[in-house]
């Protein structure tokens, strides 16, 4: 894609490097044995940085990486020289929120290959062959776990399900003003859906 | 979320046993992929062998191809089962097998009951399989579907169709196109990951299109974007307009900036940052335009989140470059940065203020570097080495402490590159720095006593061979260079010998010593190469008895002269030459001179300045040795002399025209040869005795001696006629041709292909075209301009000043006035820096008649955009001189 923000890869290793699982989206390693060194060098550059409060950042050979270590895993999340690496944190605390969830807060290597099926799903609903598909944690859980399609309906708050029950009134009243508001809630829920919940 | 890991190592005992996927085997996962075939599926018991099918693929383990296939049928099983967890693993095991066309036949009807099912998750991952696995004609049959998938009401599925269409997008753009109404009204969705989605496609559709592009970021500017993520994109098609558009030159105003400004404000710090790096690199950015960007990202310099910081400090670190100025007011933040734990941070902010720092801040960074480097990667040690390289030429009486900085990490451990990158540092200012040369020479003699990787032994070898005679006391060096006439490689030692001769060569008082050492050098002792010993021993031959006395200006100029024809020519036509053993000794004048592709950028010497590697140069014509082939099977132009030069294709008809025809000009001494190719594009038609009439009354100087007609022209089949005219030899004659392609057409019957007997004579006007000034020069590089230009004799040299009118920016004047001249541009020198008022740019080639032409070219551009050029030009000829300064003027 030339001007949309492209992941290049995920990676998910483990303390000395080995691959739990990873996606690469990019044509730049086509064989797997160029990925494993590309797996290997960007373990090597980053194993031992302390990166489990936050999101650590650095650039290899024209390559953002981004990562963060949970117990005895290390997540990556790699894009172009010119990507928005900003950008790339929020892909990497998206995949790292969905795995949370769907691994029930144990997030180590164990857990992970268990539940592998799981985590790769985790992915597939991050990212598609590059291109972002969603950077919400819980609704990509959501979808990894197939508990429902309907967003959020099982999170909703009270407060929040009165706004969408109110959105669902006005919108009966062709109040299109009303209905905007819900429509705009940041993370991606369409007034339908919602209403279809509530009824 | 982060836990603290308490003990690592038991930990890590534990896993190994416990993985699931212990003693996993190919063999046996194929075996219990049989479950799929059962009649009663255990959906669970599937699912776990899909996981370790997907574990292997993971991994990298390969299947063959009947693998692969066998499996791959076994799960097109499994759609019986109604499992919603099944199937979503079946979703993701049909994408990573990718299957062939003919296999993905197989699976398509039931991908396709899945796009249609009431099951929302059925229809939004069926859509992205069968969009993945899918080829074009395929993709005719569910396009309808895929429509109405971008307008679904659930957000997911209309999210999927996106996706799927930006990917089909790449291969299949004809039928994506045709999305766009659906798409258009996707962007409108409410759902922000929708939205997103529609408005990544609807841009690449009409990506083209710049008035769609500037009417879709118009108004969505001024409505509603609901994701940050839809929000950058917006930020980058802004950017793209903004630089298509330009400034308004009545307001002075940037349409759009306040757009991007506003986003400065934004909530989400990806969105902030998108802004901030996108008016960074408006072109031709002001400093009123750059202070809010600049603010917000020195904000951002002091985050607790290192992903900020880093993003923050890289783009500064970019302004810097172009506008240093602006960056000094977060020089207080990035000092603080310099201890900063990420040293990727640390790094920029360190080359950050290298860049930004003035004369009295050297000395207090250059400590805190140097503290620093020991922990940094090499890959970061050379971005340092080129911030100091730079400062150095910026703040010359500074050299001191820079190049004691830089000798000392050259005897530190480092890789190659790195030691390059500070070899190629102390070389340029050795150059550009005089008072800096002989402590530079010294560095680098005492690298070489201990230097591990043979180029840069030899290529100091060879630096030293040209600056050391120069200086106060040659002598010196002596010891150094053959120190490596007995310790190194046979390489480094034939570098070695090289550089002896070069001392003997120019320094009169050391040639009877230097003699005494080549001659211990003709018993250089390796059996396998004898390059050493030869070398000495041409050497001893050429430059006299040895006695103290000057060295013949020829031999010097054999020996150490610079080798005018490009080297890779030289190579190819050797290798021909080896390959076809003949009595006749090796002719350096049958080497063509046309540069045939980019001098090598990789193995240039350490003495070039380190060129961004810009947008190549369109590439000269690399069919002359076809051309000269084609040419000497035509006897009437075989004694037209050698082929000096032919340019590349002229079109003479528009696209897409019953007939297509380009010329390529042939220039010999005293003639030129027209080159028509010519070809038909309509099957019903055969053309015989096809020739071109050429009208050359503007071209006074020009008469025509001859012509070769073609004598058939079947239906798509290339083929060239030819017309030869007679010039005055050593003038650049030019003018002006006008061309009519004369035939007898005859009617083909397609169904058998035979022509009819009796054919029609008609005609086909073609465009003119000019022979001009530049078909008479060559593009030939020089691989040191400044010795080059040294060299010349500046009595040859004429000056003269330019005023080239208002120009869009300098890159268009400079690239304007090289294809004018038809020069080859040298050292980089044709890449012009973002926003630069003045450029210097070198150009080098060869005149008809074989004569040598040097021109160096400085533009200058005021506020109103008004460029002047000073052209220098030395030659061989001043009449060649005066030449060039005509085609300029005349231009």
Redesign the interface.
Known sequence: MEFGPFVKSILILDLEGKRVASKFYSDDWPTNEERRTFEKNVFSMTHMKNARTEAEVTIFKDEIVVYKFIEDLHFYVTGGEEENEVLLATVLEAVLGAIFIVLKKKVNKMEALTHLDLVLLCLDETIDGGIIVDTDAKSIARKATGVSLDPGAEELTIGEALKSARGQVMKALSVENMAMEVGTHDSGFSSNSLADWWF | ?????VK?DD??D??AD????LGIEKGAVLQDARVFNDPQLDARRC?QV??KL??LL???D?FTKVEATEVFFAVTKLFQSKD??LR??VY?II?DLSPSADEVIIVTSSLMKDMNSR???YR?NAI?VLC?ITDGTLLTQIERYLKQAIVD????VA?AAL??G??LLQTTPEIVKRWSNEVQEAVQ??????Q??AL?LL??IR?NDRLAVSKLVTSLTKG?V????AQ??LI??TS?VIRETGVNSQTGDRPFYDYLESCLRHKA??VI??AA?AITELSNVTTRELTPAITVLQLLLSS?????R??AV?TLNKVAMTHPMAVTNCNIDMESLISD????IATLAITTLLKTGNESSVDRLMKQITNFMSDI?D?FKIVVVEAIRSLCLKFPLKYRSLMNFLSNILREEGGFEYKKAIVDSIVILIRDIPDAKESGLLHLCEFIEDCEFTYLSTQILHFLGNEGPKTSDPSKYIRYIYNRVILENATVRASAVSTLAKFGALVDSLKPRIFILLRRCLFDNDDEVSVVRDRATLYLNSLGDGSVAETDKDVKEFLFGSLDIPLTNMETTLRNYAQNPTEEPFDIDSVPREVKSLPLVEKKAPGKKPTPLGPPPPAPTSASDAYERILSTIPEFANFGKLFKSSVPVELTEAETEYAVNVVKHIFDHHVVFQYNCTNTIPEQLLENVTVIVDASEAEEFSEVGVKPLKSLPYDTPAQTFVAFERPEGVPSVGKFSNTLRFTVKEVDTSTGEAEDDGVEDEYQLEDFEVVAADYILKVGVSNFRNAWESMDPDTERVDEYGLGPRESLVEAVNAVISLLGLQPCEGTETVPNNSRSHTCLLSGVYIGNVKVLVRLSFGMDSSKEVAMKLAVRSDDVNVSEALHEIVASG
């Open positions: 979320m982060a836990q603290p890991l690592k930990d890590r534990e896993e416990y993985s699931p996927f699912s899909i996981t997907l574990y993971n991994q990298g390969s919603n967890g979503r693993m993701l994408k099951t929302d998750m939004a992205r993945r009401k659930n957000p997911v999210s996706v799927s930006i990917h969705s409410r759902a922000a990951l929708v997103f989605h990544a841009h690449q990506q509603t609901r994701s940050p993520l950058c994109l980058r098609y793209q710090e990806m940052f998108e790096k607790s989140k290192p992903v900020l880093f993003a890289r734990q990420n040293r990727s990667a890959e």
